[in-house]
């Protein structure tokens, strides 16, 4: 099982109609999905890999001396001390990432101010297309995220990578499984090291890696707006022995100050839930408490609040 390739550039052409039956697809029975042909130059994606590179570089050292790998370190010592005893059961490291993560914005860098805007732009076009798959008007997602306009959307670049672990018999995630908070996510990953999955009819499918793709995923914003007929996916990155893996994430979230709701259209299943209304910013004072916790109990505890 593998989850859908689409190839973007055939939204222009004769193909349109079942470009869109698949990115519908995509949406709906996946929540994932790789873009190839999205009119990302691929020229910009190796400076951004050579980017990232050299970024982690220098953040190697300062690593080894992070929280998961002393948390590692102190049960490898504990391992030592109980050692031949019968009766012990070996604990896991399964509360923390193992992951490098730091935050890129348009000031850091020409290369990725560069890469964030043509993601940027392709964020807005996919959601053009959800919006045309919904039935809904022009501009639905948009307008939602930024209060019709009175405030900006939130367009974030998180870089993480996923350093070899020693001991994976200890260490089992990079990162821990939850759904994403937010609203169309954008995601550049490496094409060597795998270690991405979704959860998909109650197995854990990989996201296969394919050079110069965009790997799509939808989030929990986008779920609410479209009225359940998009959801949003459980994933999970796997911790690896070997390679260092490379993953370059963009978030097209609503501003913190957008009121999120369900659209109105026939399109719209209006059978799939009832969604609250609420601020986004609530909503992610709950989920940060809450990220690795199912969603359903997130959107109770906003709509209490209003």
């Known amino acids: 099982m593998a989850i859908p390739v689409i190839d973007f550039s055939k939204l222009e052409g004769k193909e349109r109609a079942e470009t869109l039956a ?4 995509g949406c709906q029975q996946w929540g994932f999905f790789q873009l190839v042909n999205h009119g990302i130059p691929v020229e910009l994606l190796e400076r951004v890999k050579k980017v990232c ?11 080894k001396a992070s929280r998961p790998v002393q948390l590692l370190d102190q ?28 935050l890129l914005q348009d000031d850091n860098q020409e290369t990725m101010r560069e890469y964030r805007t043509e993601v940027k732009k392709l964020a807005e076009k996919l959601m053009e297309t959800m919006e045309e798959n919904l039935g809904l008007e022009k501009g639905t997602f948009k307008n939602q995220f930024t209060g019709n306009g009175e405030h900006e959307p939130f367009f974030g670049t998180k ?15 990079g990162l821990r499984p939850h759904t994403d908070a937010g609203g169309v996510i954008l995601l550049f990953q490496d094409d060597r090291v795998g ?11 990989d996201v296969q890696p394919l050079a110069n793709a965009i790997v799509i995923n939808t989030g929990d914003q986008i779920e609410v707006v479209s009225n359940g007929r998009y959801k949003s996916v459980w994933h999970r990155v796997l911790a690896t022995g070997n390679g260092n893996r490379r993953s370059v994430a963009s978030f097209y979230n609503p501003s913190v100050k957008a009121v999120i709701c369900p659209a109105s259209a026939s399109a719209v299943d209006e059978t799939s839930g009832a ?9 992610m004072d709950v989920y940060v408490k809450q990220k690795y916790m199912p969603k359903e109990p997130r959107f109770e505890a906003v709509k209490a609040i209003n």
């Not at 590179?53 to 690593?63: I, L, Q």
């Open 275 to 283: 969604y609250p209304e609420f601020l986004f910013g609530d909503y």
């Open 159 to 173: 870089v993480s990578h996923y350093p070899p672990c020693p001991r994976l018999d200890l260490v089992e995630l």
């Open 195 to 205: 270690g991405l999955q979704i959860l998909k009819d109650g197995e854990w499918v």
């Open 75 to 102: 049960l490898v010592r504990e391992e030592k001390e109980v050692a031949g005893d019968v009766n012990n059961n070996k604990k896991k490291l399964d509360d923390v990432d193992w992951e490098d993560v730091f």
């Open 22 to 25: 698949q990115i519908d697809n």
């Open 53 to 63: 590179t050299e970024c982690y570089r220098h953040r190697a050292d300062a690593f």
